[in-house]
Nanobody, 118 residues
Framework: QVQLVESGGGLVQAGGSLRLSCAASGRTFSSYGMGWFRQAPGKEREFVATIRWSGGDTIYADSVKGRFIIFRDNAKNTVYLQMNSLKPEDTAVYYC???????????WGQGTQVTVSS
């Protein structure tokens, strides 16, 4: 089993930056694809970014390209989302996920709130 714990959310001013962390437990963390979704109040959960287990390939939603960076440190069992040039539209609960290549199960973290003020 895998448990994911997000941290790093908070309240920031537009144009500011935050770095989200997602710490994972599990013996096979290094082989998991991981990424982030977000969900704003009243809106559907949307994809933000994903990273291959090797860390070599990344995919970003168009809305965050050029502003957000996803990276991982397998030795620390942690994936990060560096968010720069934040906009009020980025306000949401951000959820980390991890995909098991064995069970094909997607694990989710509890979410961390990001609020960007105008």
């Amino acid at each position: 089993q895998v448990q994911l714990v997000e941290s790093g959310g908070g309240l920031v001013q537009a144009g500011g930056s935050l770095r989200l962390s997602c710490a994972a437990s599990g013996r096979t963390f290094s082989s998991y694809g991981m990424g982030w979704f977000r969900q704003a109040p009243g809106k559907e959960r949307e994809f933000v970014a994903t990273i291959r287990w090797s860390g070599g390939d990344t995919i970003y939603a168009d809305s965050v390209k050029g502003r957000f960076i996803i990276f991982r440190d397998n030795a620390k069992n942690t994936v990060y989302l560096q968010m720069n040039s934040l906009k009020p539209e980025d306000t949401a609960v951000y959820y980390c996920y991890a995909d098991s290549p064995v069970s094909r199960y997607r694990y989710w973290g509890q979410g961390t709130q990001v609020t960007v003020s105008s």
